[in-house]
């Protein structure tokens, strides 16, 4: 007869395991890209929703029983505008382009001959010799593909989001069968509580700063004549969730485009001393304050998941790798044996759960009103469930 094979739980074993288990889920989510993206997104909508339902129902006069519909429209409408602002400006940068070599190249020309006197170049390139090796047609071939490409994508995660929306019903009695218990149960509900605050204060923060670098911004940019004025403030707004190169978008996009526009450099210095001066108080004055225990997070960890997101999903990756990093740290600090990579994951190496755990058990203490969880689970998905042994 033959003997069960016997599993070593030593050290070294466990961790190859768990190294085989990264590589295998890594290799996964880059295979699934093209399934799993629009997936995340939508989930990242359905959190956007439920948190504008929230607010709207605290802080507006709308009927409770209103407040989804609303939210879900507006969310989904400012979705959809974004795709098309993005695509509509995105096209005519692709139009303006094809004239380069007319308007645009005899300014860059006089660009590198201001440059080349500056530093002693008696040689300087011109626009010719810079794109020479550069296949241009191929590049704006390639741009538009990607243009197309979230159109498709805005597409795909509106129906996921349907779908998403429309199980919601199914998933309540399904947090219930999966946790019979009043205990587990109740742990679960907490957990999914901290992930979804954590997700929400994220991006209550980035939109309310995005706000004001936007107002500052736009006011600049109007100052000095940039064209696309508005387009480019809400380039800014959107690319502020993308942690690191967000700022360097917002700081240097714009001043650049102000020295192709204008004969003087005045305009594109103005803008980039106001845009840099600006992104480091909101940065460092502001949004501070306002993070508080949201975004609890490793400077060097936000950097990390920005390079593997961005890696694997792409653009859509780097808007998610801060978010999907909030989730693991909450998730991750939940467990005993995972507490350590949260700890790790954490800016002060106390993370969100484990800094509130003791206030989150006087909230959650049995009571006669959500001894079993039904209440906190009711405050969560807005409906009633029969309280379980």
Not at 105 to 111: C, L, M
Not at 334 to 348: M, T
Not at 352 to 375: L, M, W
Request: charged share 15%.
């Amino acid at each position: 007869m033959k003997l069960p094979i016997t599993v070593s739980h030593s050290s070294p074993a466990t961790n190859a395991v768990v190294l085989i288990a990264v590589v295998a889920a890594g290799a996964a989510l880059y295979w699934l890209r093209d399934i799993l993206t629009p997936l995340a997104m939508a989930l990242f909508l359905m959190i956007m929703i439920d948190g504008v339902k929230r607010a709207l129902e605290r802080r507006t006069p709308i009927p409770p029983r209103f407040a989804g519909a609303a939210a879900l429209i507006l969310v989904v409408l400012g979705f959809l505008a974004s795709i098309w602002i993005i695509v509509d400006g995105a096209a005519g940068f692709f139009t303006d382009a094809s004239g380069v070599a007319g308007s645009i190249g005899p300014r860059i020309d006089q660009i590198s001959r201001d440059v080349s006197t500056l530093v002693g170049v008696s040689d300087p390139p011109t626009l010719h010799d810079m794109i020479a090796g550069i296949d241009v047609r191929g590049w704006l071939t390639s741009a538009a593909f990607q243009v197309q490409g979230a159109a498709t994508g805005a597409f795909f995660v509106m129906i996921y989001l349907g779908f998403l929306l429309a199980s919601q019903a199914g998933f309540r009695k399904k947090m219930v069968g999966m946790f019979p218990e009043r205990g587990p149960r109740q742990e679960a509900l907490e957990v999914f509580e901290r992930v979804r605050g954590g997700v929400e204060g994220y991006l209550w923060v980035q939109a309310v700063t995005g706000a004001m670098i936007c107002a500052v911004a736009w006011v600049l940019m109007r100052a000095v004549g940039l064209q696309n004025a508005e387009f480019w403030t809400f380039v800014i707004f959107i690319v502020g969730f993308i942690p690191v190169l967000g700022g360097a978008v917002a700081g240097c996009a714009p001043p650049l485009f102000a020295l192709v526009q204008f004969e003087s450099y005045w305009p594109a210095l103005i803008l980039f001393v106001g845009l840099q001066t600006l992104l480091f108080l909101v940065g460092n004055l502001v949004q501070p304050r306002m993070q508080g225990d949201n975004q609890n997070i490793d400077p060097i960890v936000v950097l990390l998941a920005l390079a593997f997101w961005g890696k694997l999903w792409g653009v859509a990756g780097m808007f998610l790798s801060t978010p999907l990093a909030v989730m693991a740290m909450a998730i991750l600090a939940e467990f005993k044996g995972s507490r350590w990579i949260a700890v790790l994951l954490s800016g002060d190496g106390e993370p969100y759960a484990a800094k509130h755990s003791k206030k989150q058990d006087k909230k959650t203490e049995p009571s006669s009103k959500n001894r079993d969880g039904s209440s906190l689970l009711n405050r969560i998905l807005g409906r009633d469930v029969p309280p379980q042994a």
